[in-house]
């Protein structure tokens, strides 16, 4: 059991550039999610998905696409990076959220974009 | 809709004193509660979560939650600060139907020696 495995861990773009954050899951989860972490903003939520071909925009969705495929999966794209976009990206995933299910997260993708 | 505040975005404890990170949540239905730490430059760490099991939660490293209902609270708690606690909390609400979790702002706790 991997758990929730986010890749890659460091990337440094330019502007202009485009990029997919992965994140995988073997606990066959339905929820996940992607936010990203900003310094005094706390985490906030760019994409989730309740499962596999739904996917749902977050507070901050612009500049980013998601798909999710298959139930293990949901890949986070950068269309065109732009330096706002430099940030510490988390992947999260759960059975469901509520109920008193855990929440398990990767362990962050540190993106700076010159 | 379902909100998250912490209280304090900065807490400042000497070591060997208790702790409290302060969290008031706002939901429609019976959430599920979890704070998570956040050490410098690494990932969330699951501390404790609130099921409606019981009240008062233990979760690892000393830390416990009380969730109060009429309060709508679930302040952390540990009866002595060590070097080790420095980092971020964060308070997560899952509310029920799969929706999206809501976190708060998080709380930076400094130890001094």
């Known amino acids: 059991n991997a758990g929730v495995t986010q890749t890659p861990k460091f990337q440094v773009l330019k502007t202009g550039q485009s990029m997919t954050l992965q994140c995988a899951q073997d606990m066959n989860h339905e929820y996940m999610s992607w936010y990203r972490q900003d310094p005094g903003m706390g985490l906030r939520l760019i994409h989730y998905s309740v499962g596999a071909g739904i996917t749902d925009q977050g507070e901050v969705p612009n500049g980013y696409n998601v798909s999710r495929s298959t139930t293990e999966d949901f890949p986070l794209r950068l269309l065109s990076a732009a330096p706002s976009q430099t940030s510490v990206y988390f992947c999260?995933?759960?059975?469901?959220?509520?109920?008193?299910?855990?929440?398990?997260f990767g362990e962050g993708s540190w993106l700076t974009v010159v | 809709a379902q909100s998250v505040t912490q209280l304090d975005s900065h807490v400042s404890v000497s070591e060997g004193t208790p702790v409290l990170l302060r969290c008031n949540y706002s939901s429609s239905y019976s959430p599920s509660l979890f704070w998570y730490v956040q050490h410098p430059n690494k990932g969330l760490q699951l501390l404790l979560k609130y099921t409606s099991a019981a009240t008062l939660v233990k979760g690892i490293n000393g830390f416990e939650a009380e969730f109060k209902k009429s309060e709508t609270s679930f302040h952390l708690t540990k009866p002595s600060a060590h070097m080790s606690d420095a980092a971020e909390y964060f308070c997560?609400?899952?509310?029920?139907?799969?929706?999206?979790?809501?976190f708060g702002k998080g709380t930076r706790l400094s130890v001094i020696a």
């Open positions: 997560v609400v899952s509310p029920s139907g799969n929706t999206p979790l809501v």
């Open positions: 999260a995933s759960s059975y469901r959220t509520g109920s008193g299910n855990t929440i398990y």
